[in-house]
């Protein structure tokens, strides 16, 4: 029941981006800017901690997530280090999803062929 949750609450997100690309002039890039700093504010204001809780990786790997991540990351780090912390706790909460999104875009750089269009 956990990964039907999981599937259902991220692909529902996944439904929203793509209904952004759609129906809007937004470029990609944007729209995942947009569901970073969506997370961000949501976790800010207390709301997407208990929706994580709940959707589990439903909401913990899509975007939003991640800016989830680096507001509690921050908010840590502010409280441990003072202002200092606004700079470093975002880069230390984050790291490990960073780290593995630069080491699958190397796997994927070495192994694939591109082809021009």
């Given at each position: 029941m956990i990964f039907l949750?999981?599937?259902l609450i991220?692909?529902?997100?996944?439904v929203v981006g793509q209904l952004l690309i759609d129906l809007t002039a937004l470029t990609p890039a944007r729209i995942l800017v947009g569901f970073v700093v969506a997370g961000v504010i949501?976790?800010?204001?207390?709301?997407?901690k208990p929706f994580a809780e709940f959707a589990q990786a439903g909401a913990t790997v899509p975007l939003t997530g991640f800016g989830h991540?680096?507001?509690?990351?921050?908010?840590?780090?502010?409280d441990e280090q003072g202002l200092l912390g606004a700079l470093?706790?975002?880069?230390?909460?984050?790291?490990?999803?960073i780290m593995a999104a630069?080491?699958?875009?190397?796997?994927?750089s070495l192994l694939a062929k591109p082809k021009s269009k």
């Open positions: 949750k999981a599937f991220g692909g529902l997100i996944c949501l976790s800010a204001v207390g709301l997407y991540v680096l507001c509690e990351g921050t908010k840590k780090a502010v470093t706790g975002p880069m230390t909460a984050g790291s490990a999803g630069l080491l699958s875009g190397l796997t994927v």
